[in-house]
Nanobody, 122 residues
Framework: QVRLVESGGKLVQTGDSLRLSCAAS????????MGWFRQTPGKEREFVNA????????SYADSVKGRFTISRDNAKNTVYLQMNSLKPEDTAVYYC???????????????WGQGTQVTVSL
């Protein structure tokens, strides 16, 4: 069983930067495809970005390209989401997700974290 724990969410101002972390535990965590999603009340969960198990491939939603960066440190079983130039519309609960498989980016994920709140004020 894989467990994902996000951290780093907080209240920031427009234009600020913030880094989220997702620590994965469980067997072969370093072989998982990892992704970040976000969700606001009343809306469907939105894909943010994903990274392959090796870190050699990444995928981004158009809304965050050029501002957000996903990375991973397999030695620490941790994935990071670096968010720059934050906007109020980035306000959401951010979820970390993991998937076993080869196809990238995956169509579905097998494990989810509990989420961390990011709030961007004007």
């Amino acid at each position: 069983q894989v467990r994902l724990v996000e951290s780093g969410g907080k209240l920031v101002q427009t234009g600020d930067s913030l880094r989220l972390s997702c620590a994965a535990s469980g067997p072969s965590s370093g072989r998982l495809i990892m992704g970040w999603f976000r969700q606001t009340p009343g809306k469907e969960r939105e894909f943010v970005n994903a990274i392959s198990a090796s870190g050699s491939s990444t995928s981004y939603a158009d809304s965050v390209k050029g501002r957000f960066t996903i990375s991973r440190d397999n030695a620490k079983n941790t994935v990071y989401l670096q968010m720059n130039s934050l906007k109020p519309e980035d306000t959401a609960v951010y979820y970390c997700a993991a998937h076993w498989g080869e196809h990238f980016p995956p169509d579905e994920y097998d494990y989810w974290g509990q989420g961390t709140q990011v709030t961007v004020s004007l």
